[in-house]
């Protein structure tokens, strides 16, 4: 009926926690790092095989916990059952005169990366497979900066065994 958080090095004040709790089926969350340059890349750290998965990016880290702030903003998110694709893509540059926000919306790929002129791409994926253990992306752009994503795979009650592994965000 609910779950139970051990603060480690707990906040001074009250603050926000935000979650998903979701009961059935199987799920997965972890994080990949996405290939250098154009090509497919095969996610096999999911333990069945998915029906659907989102992905998520702050497109400018490459490491998981950065030791400074970034630059800019950049959110990217994308998801797909299969057959539907959609992404979208947010960047808010700092440090200009005028204020750079730009955003694109797109139905054909699972997740697109822009730069801060928001029409370039760093990075665009097409949904290929789902596999046993995972899925199967296939970058038709990509910069050769490595950045990480994270997944939420999702799969019928009957696949493969439970996850116990997970991130709050």
């Not at 750290?45 to 490491?63: E, H, R, S």
């Amino acid at each position: 009926n609910g779950f139970t958080i051990n603060w480690a090095d707990a906040p001074a004040s009250a603050d926000a926690i935000y979650y998903l709790s979701i009961k059935g089926g199987k799920w997965d969350v972890d994080e990949f790092t996405k290939r250098s340059g154009t090509g497919t890349q095969d996610i096999t750290t999911v333990g069945f095989q998915p029906t659907a998965y989102m992905l998520f990016n702050l497109g400018t880290y490459t490491t998981l916990n950065p030791a400074a702030a970034a630059d800019n903003a950049i959110i990217d998110i994308g998801g797909t059952d299969g057959t539907t694709e959609g992404a979208i893509s947010l960047i808010d540059e700092d440090a200009v005169a005028a204020s750079d926000v730009y955003n694109r919306f797109v139905t054909d790929k699972v997740i697109e990366q822009i730069t801060t002129n928001g029409v370039v791409t760093n990075g665009q994926a097409d949904h290929s497979a789902f596999l046993s253990n995972g899925f199967r992306l296939n970058w038709t752009a990509a910069d050769t900066n490595a950045s990480y994503y994270f997944y939420i795979a999702v799969g019928d009650a009957a696949a493969g065994a439970a996850r116990s592994r997970g991130y709050i965000f």
